[in-house]
């Protein structure tokens, strides 16, 4: 089945905020508690995911896939919200996939996407933060040239403010 990547639109808040609850529950299973989890609430991501298509910001981007039946993932970049972070530093704030979308390549493809779009941007360097201990993540970065750069926080609200770690890139 063909996937195609396009720039989100406002329309597409309640097909992300599905699929980011979605994946949510496979992907950081075992890694969040259960009641962090069940609290996800779609009604309030998709509330969220309206401000963000809605944004003024000019280095706001979210990219979605779909595949033939609807919304299978999507990708969201910006400016930095690190505060020591150098000028012209770009974030990747998240990417998520359908569950059966993993392993698949469509994840390699939304970040490639993601990197490309914070380059036409005009940023130079990109990070991320990360669950620390979601290896499978981590090692999908790393393939993907992005590195650890030895930052390590717990301010991350939404994974119950259990330790993050911060990867960057080159552009």
């Given at each position: 089945m063909a996937i195609t990547t396009r720039e989100a639109v406002i329309e597409d808040a309640a097909a992300i905020a599905k699929v980011h609850v979605a994946s949510w529950k496979w992907a950081y299973r075992g890694l969040l508690p259960a009641e962090t989890l069940d609290g996800v609430d779609i009604a309030e991501r998709e509330a969220g995911w309206l401000d963000v298509l809605a944004s003024e910001d000019p280095h706001d981007r979210v990219i979605v896939a779909e595949g033939r039946n609807g919304l299978v993932g999507?990708?969201?970049?910006?400016?930095?919200?690190?505060?020591?972070?150098?000028?012209?530093?770009?974030?990747?704030?998240?990417?998520?996939?359908?569950?059966?979308?993993?392993?698949?390549?469509?994840?390699?493809?939304?970040?490639?996407?993601?990197?490309?779009?914070?380059?036409?941007?005009?940023?130079?360097r990109a990070t991320l933060w990360v669950l620390e201990t979601n290896e499978r993540a981590r090692r999908f970065y790393a393939?993907?040239?992005?590195?650890?750069?030895?930052?390590?926080?717990?301010?991350?609200?939404?994974?119950?403010n259990l330790p993050i770690v911060r990867y960057e890139r080159e552009l």
């Open positions: 999507f990708a969201s970049v910006g400016a930095t919200r690190d505060d020591e972070a150098p000028a012209g530093t770009g974030e990747l704030f998240a990417i998520y996939l359908a569950e059966h979308e993993a392993g698949t390549g469509l994840g390699a493809s939304l970040l490639a996407r993601s990197t490309e779009a914070l380059r036409d941007e005009g940023f130079g393939r993907e040239g992005w590195r650890w750069d030895g930052t390590t926080s717990t301010h991350q609200v939404q994974c119950s």
